[in-house]
Nanobody, 130 residues
Framework: QVQLVESGGGSVQAGGSLRLSCAAS????????MGWFRQAPGKEREGVAS???????NYADSVKGRFTISRDNAKNSLYLEMNSLKPEDTAIYYC????????????????????????WGQGTQVSVSS
């Protein structure tokens, strides 16, 4: 069963913090590659952060040093800690995963590039006011 459910979005002032959570089904969480994406009004969806099974992480330049992605294997959950939020961080944030049956080489190629993520959550709104 494929399931990704995000939570933790909300409204904050610039400089504030939020922590997004993504609860995954056991099957979905068995993937080696998970990530966070966002889509602002009128803009294309973009990759924000990804994490591979070896613990390696990748971030969009716009969030480096401010956002931290992590996984909790005991809870089948993915997190995104967001600090020093800016108005331009306002968007719908999506949790995503590469299909677990994809091979190691496929995962290693696409995970850091934020490409070919196949499973998606419904999204959670993050709004940052100035």
């Amino acid at each position: 069963q494929v399931q990704l459910v995000e939570s933790g979005g909300g409204s904050v002032q610039a400089g504030g913090s939020l922590r997004l959570s993504c609860a995954a089904s056991a099957y979905t969480y068995s993937t080696s590659c998970m990530g966070w994406f966002r889509q602002a009004p009128g803009k294309e969806r973009e990759g924000v952060a990804s994490i591979y099974s070896d613990g390696s992480t990748n971030y969009a330049d716009s969030v480096k040093g401010r956002f931290t992605i992590s996984r909790d294997n005991a809870k089948n959950s993915l997190y995104l800690e967001m600090n020093s939020l800016k108005p331009e961080d306002t968007a719908i944030y999506y949790c995503a995963a590469v299909a677990p049956w994809r091979g190691t080489a496929y995962m290693a190629r696409h995970c850091p590039r934020f490409t070919n993520f196949e499973y998606w959550g419904q999204g959670t709104q993050v709004s940052v006011s100035s």
